[in-house]
């Protein structure tokens, strides 16, 4: 499929039923997208070697490999955005999805203008402009912030271990992480965490901030169990505390 003028940027459709990634597709190029479409896991895994994406609309349930598994296999291999889309409303199916790494969540039928407003959203939130990168992998203009032995670069969208290998977080993940180290020491509770995320597409009693949170403590924590980064604050949020360097 040829790049549409002017994309907005380039998006894949993966759900077996060909009327709904037809429309959906459809609707996206009028939108100023480059739409790529990907039938069954096959598809995504093909196009996924072959070409590069910001963002995939992923079905959960489809025949032979479903979206949770390509949702996992996604963040394992690529940086693109998920808006996992589902006929089912179950609260799990939202749960495993945000577990496995998805950016966004929405239950069919799609309504198009919620879709497209959803997905410019989660492409803002990954689109800051990086700046030239150091030897050590990291923005030689330091706009960098400690956490435990990782770094996050604010300005490159990234956050680093402690040998200056990229861990791979979503949008979403890094907005939480900005938002603590911008409010150091101060509790803040999940309205206040989706107000400052700028991610106001969730309701904050649907435990959508404590499953992500549940994630960045496995990627910079040195005891997950035993959270000391990010510590939560009983009956009311959590609390960004770094050990002092």
């Known amino acids: 499929m040829e790049t549409v003028p002017n994309s907005e940027g380039h998006v894949v459709v993966c ?4 009327d709904i990634r037809d429309t959906i597709s459809e609707y996206l190029e009028l939108k100023g ?17 072959e070409d590069r994406f910001d963002a995939v609309i992923l079905d959960i349930a489809m025949p032979g490999e479903d979206g949770l598994s390509l949702a996992r296999f996604l963040r394992e291999q690529s940086d693109a955005a998920i808006i996992m889309v589902t006929a089912s409303g179950e609260t799990v199916d939202r749960i495993i999805g945000l577990e496995m790494g998805a950016d966004d969540y929405l239950p069919k039928p799609v ?10 959203a989660v492409l ?32 490159a969208h990234k956050l680093f ?3 200056g290998s990229e861990i791979a977080i979503t949008a979403m993940e890094f907005n939480l992480l900005k938002v603590f180290v911008e409010h150091p020491g101060r509790v803040l509770n999940r309205d ?16 959508s901030i404590d499953i992500r949170i549940s994630r960045l403590r496995k990627k910079i924590e040195t005891d997950p169990s035993k959270p000391q980064i990010i510590k939560t604050v009983r009956g009311i949020g959590y609390i960004f505390s770094p050990p002092q360097a």
């Open 124 to 155: 803002r939130r990954m689109s800051a402009p990086a700046k030239e990168a150091g030897t050590d992998g990291v923005s030689a203009d330091r706009d960098v912030h400690n956490i435990g032995s990782c770094k996050l670069d604010v300005a």
């Open 192 to 207: 206040q965490l989706l107000d400052l995320a700028h991610d106001r597409g969730w309701d904050p009693f649907d435990r």
């Open 15 to 18: 759900d077996d039923e060909g």
């Open 33 to 49: 997208f480059r739409v790529s479409q990907a039938a069954d896991g096959r598809d995504l895994r093909k196009l996924v070697d």
């Open 161 to 163: 271990g402690a040998d």
């Open 111 to 120: 309504d198009l203008r919620e879709l497209l407003a959803r997905l410019k």
